[in-house]
């Protein structure tokens, strides 16, 4: 007997015995296991430990908040009953407190029951100082967490949130049962291994072996609330390797169902998609690939005083410069060339969700570089000798850093030939994402620092509420020295005007209200050309074309319907 | 021999001390930080209270001090603890040296990578040797030939084609080309969660170690092929083999016996210099196959600026070469009586 004969005779059985338990009605586990492949591994399943995607995804399988977002970005309960408004009476008037009411008869996957006291365990887990929370800022401007009575619990807020659905919503700040974490709070959090590993949660699959950045194996929860779901009876979440090799697995050889973030050259993912054994999704969360001007002097020979407020940029401070430097952009050429179908063209900072999209900046899309060179004849910038346009004395060279990483390599190529066309010289830089993203205050390459004339990459933000997001471009969110370098204005944008909607919006509960002034923000910083949003950035992932129900989440985990995924007939 | 081996240890335990400071030196002073890759939504005070709780705010030398304590005491009391269950001290509240990504014993991490690694980069290495010693033997006993000329050719594909080209290669070959339910298709993605407990998954196991091995056996056969060939081709010029032939020994006899036995001398050391290799694992092939070895354990600790994993790992590499070292030195003085340590 020889393998291949062993290996479907196996497949053989596996088969009948699934389809004898189809063929009663959809019982729990009838189709068998499904493969999932990240090609970043997980490390851990404690959301508050890690920040990494790969992680708190994993984790979503097993843990559960008590509301989550669903596709649409609209919240969809989970351990609790309903989402609490004003209007249902869950949020208080003056809106300083959220009442949640847990769902009745929930068990955790041990078969013990939930209770209030689980969400009140968690937040404080998560609020110990010494923990070292990675989510923390989801508990913000928390004055208490209280349990009323089993199924109830109220969060009060230090001061009136509009927005009160930060903390315990949403995949990066999922329930934890009491009882099992009990002896890990605080400076005990990361000494947890087994805890941490296996997660007791109400999510459709339970934890059988969990192997650090390298592959977990879960099986249905038997107490999980949905009767007949999840449809799987194991999943396997394999990490490792690299996207590329993560959508041929998906889309080649059919070895994995669900490939996540496939961040691959458009035209390679196509030709893997066209042998027809899966499926390209993507989806468009508020992602942006933005250059950031900066409006301050980088020039070293300031010393202390380099790319702070005190020094106004040379040339970056007139508006027709950046303006001009936006105009000579072809946005879709860029598209076509990083993204394909995993990116837009966006003339907004704040592209997503669509009631926050500004219409009133359309005019982005079309590259005019005779235009450009129009309004800097206009504003004095005469063009000297090497080509290279200058006004008093002040030549238009700019130094453009980003992180590494192929595409945008591609792009700043692309950016400084058309930048060349109107006249400005560009000198080009990428420093390792692990330096440019890090905080290292020793290291002059940290985005914050930003020692430069211009730097790109990509940022977003967790939920669906922008309001913390665009307070970035307030003035006190200014990095300078005197906050070690801390604070997400890199342009050091400044205007009263601007901090003045930031505060109103923090104040304003009504969401039409709220997108009027998102908008207003977003078209601010849009008509100074402070930012100049380049690209808006999908998420892309492969399913198998025999798997069924995969909804992409841009909002929350890719994974978070998991328990409605079954396999096609 | 036993003095010789003796005196080499004890030299090893200050060079090892001072490795291990330089490795920790190297990984301070790298431009790197644990919070780097975490999310742009996580805001820098929660970073900064996150490196606070990695212990990233003490001072260098206490860091080093606390990770020797950790690796060089904590870590052997509980290795005695679970292998013979002595407890010596506080066996539960121990501190033992902790990964910052998956907050749980580098030691146990590299245990539970192990067994892919030796039974992968191991196996491709066995099977290197048992390719590479006869196309050696016989490439240099017919020097020039159609099959030393193959061989020289092969050998130089072999050394000079990365690991990351023939391994996709082989993918689109065998498992994108062929058709699934083909005999000849093979998993591009290693399943290390596989027990071996029948013929079938044992079949699937090799099924699964089949192109891995082949791409690095290919690349080990490669090299020492050559080592070999030079070898053999010193001692075939030699005169003992002449009076060998002259006192009319069995062609065989003379290749086999005499030759191969002193040709393997230079190739023995090679082979040994090369086994800390093995536990190195093969970062990129494993990486291409998803192995996830220690090789892959390795490359995502220095990603996410793991550095007690990364210090970790890389300490016990520095141990294996040094180790091996001697231990090459220890058998060239067995193989080859003209050398004695005294």
């Avoid at chain 1, 008093?392 to 400084?416: E, P």
């Amino acid at each position: 007997m020889n393998f291949k004969h062993l290996i479907a005779a196996t497949l053989g059985a596996g088969l009948m015995a699934s389809t004898a338990i189809a063929g009663g009605h959809a019982a729990q586990g009838r189709d068998g296991n499904v493969s999932i492949i990240y090609w970043q591994a997980a490390s851990i399943l404690n959301p508050y430990l890690s920040g990494g995607t790969k992680d708190i995804d994993a984790a979503s399988l097993v843990i559960e908040p008590l509301a989550r977002y669903d596709e649409n970005g609209s919240m969809v309960p989970m351990i609790a009953a309903e989402i609490p408004t004003v209007a249902n009476g869950g949020v208080s008037e003056d809106l300083t407190a959220i009442t949640w009411t847990l769902k009745e008869g929930l068990l955790w996957s041990d078969g013990t029951d939930v209770t209030a006291n689980d969400v009140v365990f968690t937040a404080n887990y998560c609020m110990d100082e010494s923990g070292g929370c990675q989510q923390l800022a989801k508990f913000a401007d928390i004055e208490s967490v209280e349990a009323l009575d089993d199924l109830t619990v109220r969060i009060t807020f230090t001061k009136p949130k509009p927005f009160p659905y930060g903390p315990l919503v949403g995949s990066t700040t999922p329930v934890l049962q009491a009882a099992q974490f009990a002896n890990c709070t605080g400076e005990a959090a990361p000494t947890c291994t087994e805890e941490n590993f296996n997660p007791i949660g109400t999510g459709p699959f339970v934890v059988t072996e969990f192997r650090a950045n390298d592959t977990i194996t879960m099986a249905a929860n038997t107490n999980y609330r949905e009767a007949g779901k999840p449809a799987f009876a194991t999943l396997t979440f394999k990490g490792g390797g690299d996207a590329a090799s993560a959508a041929r697995s998906v889309l080649e050889t059919g070895e994995f169902d669900y490939a996540w973030n496939l961040q691959i050259a458009p035209e390679i993912l196509a030709d893997m998609e066209a042998k027809g054994m899966g499926t390209v999704v993507s989806g468009f969360g508020p992602l942006v690939e933005r250059l950031m001007i900066n409006l301050t002097d980088p020039s070293p020979d300031l010393g202390e005083a380099r790319s702070t407020v005190a020094n106004p940029h040379p040339f970056m401070s007139d508006i027709a410069v950046r303006q001009a430097l936006s105009m000579a952009i072809d946005r879709p050429l860029l598209v076509e060339v990083g993204y394909g179908k995993a990116g837009n063209v966006t003339c907004n900072v704040l592209p997503s969700p669509a009631i926050y999209n500004s219409p009133n900046n359309a005019g982005c899309e079309v590259q005019d570089i005779a235009g450009a060179n129009a309004l800097l004849d206009e504003a004095g910038w005469v063009r000297g000798a090497d080509g290279i346009r200058a006004k008093d004395g002040v030549r238009l060279s700019i130094l453009y850093q980003t992180s590494t990483n192929a595409v945008r390599q591609d792009f700043q190529a692309l950016i400084k030939q058309w930048w060349a066309e109107i006249g400005v010289e560009t000198e080009l830089k990428n420093i390792d994402a692990a330096v440019f993203f890090g905080g290292d205050q020793s290291s002059p390459d940290t985005f914050q620092k930003l020692f430069a004339d211009v730097e790109m990459y990509a940022n977003t933000f967790d939920g669906t509420d922008p309001e913390a997001y665009m307070g970035n471009w307030a003035c006190s969110e200014i990095p300078s020295p005197d906050n070690a370098w801390l604070g997400g204005n890199m342009p050091r944008f400044c205007d009263p005007a601007y901090d003045a909607l930031v505060a109103e919006m923090s104040g304003t509960a009504d969401i039409e209200e709220r997108a009027r002034l998102a908008i207003a923000m977003n078209d601010m910083l849009m008509q100074t050309y402070t930012i100049i949003p380049l690209v808006h950035r999908g998420n892309v992932s492969a399913r198998a074309n025999t798997l069924e129900g995969v909804k992409l989440n841009v909002w929350d985990s890719q994974l978070w319907n998991v328990a409605d995924w079954s396999r096609a007939e | 021999m036993l003095n010789f081996t003796l005196r080499r240890l004890m030299f090893t335990i200050p060079t090892l001390l001072l490795i291990s400071f330089i490795i920790f030196l190297i990984l301070d002073l790298a431009p790197n930080d644990p919070t780097g890759n975490l999310p742009l939504t996580i805001p820098p005070e929660v970073r900064e209270k996150i490196r606070a709780s990695l212990g990233l705010d003490a001072p260098m030398y206490i860091r080093y001090l606390l990770w020797c304590q950790q690796f060089f005491i904590n870590e052997p009391l509980n290795l005695f603890n679970e292998w013979f269950g002595w407890c010596i001290g506080d066996c539960e509240g121990r501190l033992r040296v902790t990964s910052w990504a998956t907050r749980s014993p580098v030691v146990d991490l590299i245990a539970e990578r192990m067994p892919q690694t030796l039974w992968v980069v191991g196996m491709s290495y066995l099977v290197g040797i048992l390719i590479a010693v006869p196309i050696g033997v016989i490439s240099a006993y017919k020097q020039y030939s159609w099959f030393d000329q193959a061989g020289t050719f092969i050998s130089m594909i072999g050394f000079s084609v990365p690991t990351f080209f023939t391994g996709v290669l082989l993918i689109v070959i065998f498992s994108v080309w062929m058709p699934n339910d083909s005999f000849f298709w093979l998993p591009s993605i290693y399943d290390t969660t596989l027990e071996v407990v029948d013929w079938s998954s044992f079949g699937q196991q090799v099924r699964q170690m089949i192109m891995p091995v082949m791409v690095l056996g290919l690349y080990n056969a490669a090299q020492i092929s050559r080592f070999m060939r030079a070898s053999m081709l010193d001692n075939l010029s030699q005169d003992y083999v002449r009076t060998a032939r002259a006192k009319g020994l069995k062609e065989k006899t003379v290749l086999l016996v005499h030759v191969l036995r002193n040709s393997m001398i230079p190739v023995v050391t090679v082979i040994a210099l090369g086994i800390p290799q093995i536990f190195g694992g093969a970062i990129i092939t494993e990486q291409i196959f998803k192995v996830n070895g220690l090789g892959q354990l390795l490359i995502i600790g220095i990603q996410g600026a793991d550095i007690p994993l990364v210090q970790t790992l890389t300490f016990l590499f520095a141990v294996l070469i040094v180790l091996f070292n001697l231990v090459a030195d220890v058998l060239y003085g067995l193989l080859d009586p003209r050398i004695r340590y005294e």
